[in-house]
């Protein structure tokens, strides 16, 4: 099928400079990425470690690899050589292998604390309680040297109800800010929110990355 590169130019046009695009590539073939990276993208998200793996070893390797998915503990050895940022972390000890695994490899790793903000149960991340024990953690303990505590994400209900989307945006955006406070950390600079669907809200909400695929590469194939 191929990308569509007329939508991906209009997209990246209307975002300017202050919004990051990770064009969502997972379940697509490697020659759609290369067409994408071919028109200057360089930002892409993955969410099975396998398929991340798989793709990485045969496309540019100043890709940068976005994890989006849940990542298990036990995988982060397979995607530390190389992936840039991991999304979706979502306790304090992954964080802590994510910083182990980064220091075999000799990396700093960019990390997003993952917040649960949408109805749907189905969802992973931090409440509102945890995600403040983890930062006073954090800061208290400050033993990681390989990873960056890059900022937040967050993925609003699947729904047409875009009044509750954008109320869930605004609560994601007042606890990056309550973060911020406590960290009080350059480092600490983006919120992730907003995707195919509701990423024009996300960013009227103060979102500055967000994650797009189906618009740009197509609906997604399955296999069977």
């Known amino acids: ?5 007329k939508k991906y130019k209009e997209i990246i046009t209307g975002l300017g400079s202050s919004v990051k695009l990770v064009a969502v590539s997972k379940t697509k073939p490697v020659e759609d990425i290369r067409e994408l ?3 200057g993208q360089r930002d892409f998200g993955e969410n099975y470690v396998q398929e991340m793996t798989g793709k990485q070893a045969q496309l540019p390797q100043d890709i940068r690899w976005h994890f989006i998915g849940h990542l298990q503990s036990n995988k982060i050895k397979y995607i530390a050589p190389f992936v840039y940022m991991i999304q979706g972390v979502d306790s304090y000890k992954l964080l802590a292998e994510i910083d182990k695994q980064a220091k075999k490899n000799q990396r700093i790793i960019q990390c997003l604390l993952q917040v649960h903000i949408a109805a749907e149960e189905t969802k992973f991340g931090f409440n509102e ?9 954090f800061k208290q303990k400050n033993e990681f040297e390989n990873i960056k505590l890059s900022g937040l994400m967050g993925m609003a209900s699947f729904t047409e109800d875009q009044n509750l989307v954008r109320k869930e945006f605004i ?15 350059d480092n600490f600079s983006t919120l992730s929110m907003g995707m195919s669907s509701d990423y024009r ?8 990355m967000v994650r797009i695929g189906s618009l740009i590469f197509g609906e997604r194939v399955y296999n069977k």
């Open 171 to 185: 609560y994601l955006r007042s606890l990056f800010d309550k973060v911020s406070e406590m960290l009080k950390d």
């Open 1 to 5: 099928m191929g990308i569509d590169s």
């Open 201 to 208: 809200i996300a960013i009227e909400e103060g979102s500055n």
């Open 37 to 39: 990276y071919d028109l």
């Open 129 to 137: 309680d945890e995600l403040t024990d983890t930062i006073h953690q």
